[in-house]
């Protein structure tokens, strides 16, 4: 009888922080049922293998690509335009393929204001001559061309079509290794499917609610919370609430809230707002009518709203980013 034929795997990375190509590895020893299962045909971070090999393969001749970061350059479009038509199955790996993740929180901004800040206007770089990356550039041994830097942070299924997301900053092992396992079985859900359980960070936090409202919203520095009780009800946000679960509350778990890493729950395509729902239910605004209650003065307390609320989700939310004004 022959032997199955192995799957081909690719791995890519766009506008990423390095640590989703770190959680393939965080898998440890699982990482040989996934060898024995697919052989990698592409993984830069990994192996010496250039664009033009991946332009070389017939369409549709890997079977699953994970990819992970947004889009924000035309590199990064380029090759997931090139891996959406090479892949069968393309998922987006992590909050920044999936919503943007933390480079979109940079969508407050267009390129000339970060390209300001970043090599023009701060006090630590010397660039008297006021030079910024240009595309294009002549130099004596002919033309280089660097990646076009773009005004917006994307998602990838804002650029190609997207099959499945694995969410998560980065995804657990337990996560990937289920998701690998699915679609070796071939037991993937439907197309669109967000790989990760239906209920909320709440639902899996052990954590005791005891329905209590607050009238004090503390930053983490500021207080040590107690560690058998719900860290809402002690002042700290906790996206808990807003929040896709399948991490076991790992961040509760460590006595610090959850920032929203998994993306909005099921049905719900605005984290943000959802998260801003639960937090005005718990700061008691109904019973306070007719006292000195102020509650802008206890919502002036969230020192970051944007980072906040929308610290994974801004490219991905109806905000998307921000009107500049020309
Ligand atoms: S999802 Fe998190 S770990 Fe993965 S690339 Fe983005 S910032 Fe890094
Ligand atoms: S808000 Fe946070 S701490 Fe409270 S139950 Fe939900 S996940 Fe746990
Ligand atoms: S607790 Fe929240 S921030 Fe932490 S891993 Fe889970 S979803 Fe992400």
């Not at 099959?163 to 669109?192: F, H, N, S």
């Not at 998260?275 to 109904?286: D, H, N, P, T």
């Not at 969230?302 to 609320?309: A, Q, S, Y």
Request: glycine share 8%; net charge neutral.
């Amino acid at each position: 009888m022959s032997a199955q034929p192995k799957l081909k795997f690719a791995f890519y990375w766009a506008a990423s922080c390095g640590g989703c190509e770190v959680a393939v590895l965080d898998v440890d020893e699982a990482i040989l049922q996934v060898i024995a299962l697919a052989d990698i045909v592409f993984w830069p971070v990994a192996m010496d293998i250039k664009y033009k090999d991946v332009e070389e393969m017939p369409d549709k001749s890997i079977d699953v690509c994970f990819f992970n970061g947004g889009v924000r350059n035309d590199e990064q479009e380029h090759l997931a335009k090139l891996l959406r038509a090479k892949a069968k199955t393309l998922v987006a790996f992590g909050s920044c393929a999936h919503l943007g993740g933390v480079p979109g929180l940079a969508n407050v901004a267009d390129k000339k204001e970060i390209f300001n800040t970043v090599y023009l206007d701060n006090p630590s770089t010397n660039n008297p001559d006021g030079v910024v990356p240009q595309p294009l550039c002549k130099v004596p041994e002919g033309e280089l061309k660097i990646p076009e830097f773009y005004d917006t942070v994307r998602t990838l299924d804002q650029v190609v079509d997207v099959d499945y997301y694995l969410p998560g900053c980065p995804p657990t092992p337990k996560r990937i290794v289920e998701a690998v396992m699915a679609i070796a079985k071939g037991g993937l859900p439907p197309k669109g499917t967000v790989l990760g359980p239906l209920k909320s960070v709440c639902d899996e936090c052990p954590r005791k609610k005891e329905d209590k409202k607050i009238s004090h919203i503390y930053r983490v520095y500021e207080i040590t919370p107690k560690p058998e009780k719900c860290l809402l009800e002690q002042g700290i946000i906790c996206m808990g609430p807003a929040t896709r679960g399948g991490c076991e509350a790992q961040c509760i778990d460590a006595n610090m809230p959850c920032t929203g890493c998994n993306g909005p729950c099921p049905k719900v395509t605005e984290q943000g707002a959802a998260m801003i729902s639960a937090l005005a239910s718990i700061l008691g605004v109904e019973e306070e009518k007719g006292t000195d209650f102020n509650p802008e003065k206890l919502i002036a307390q969230v020192k970051d709203p944007l980072g906040t609320f929308y610290r994974y989700a801004l490219p991905a939310s109806i905000l998307r980013r921000k009107v500049m004004k020309k």
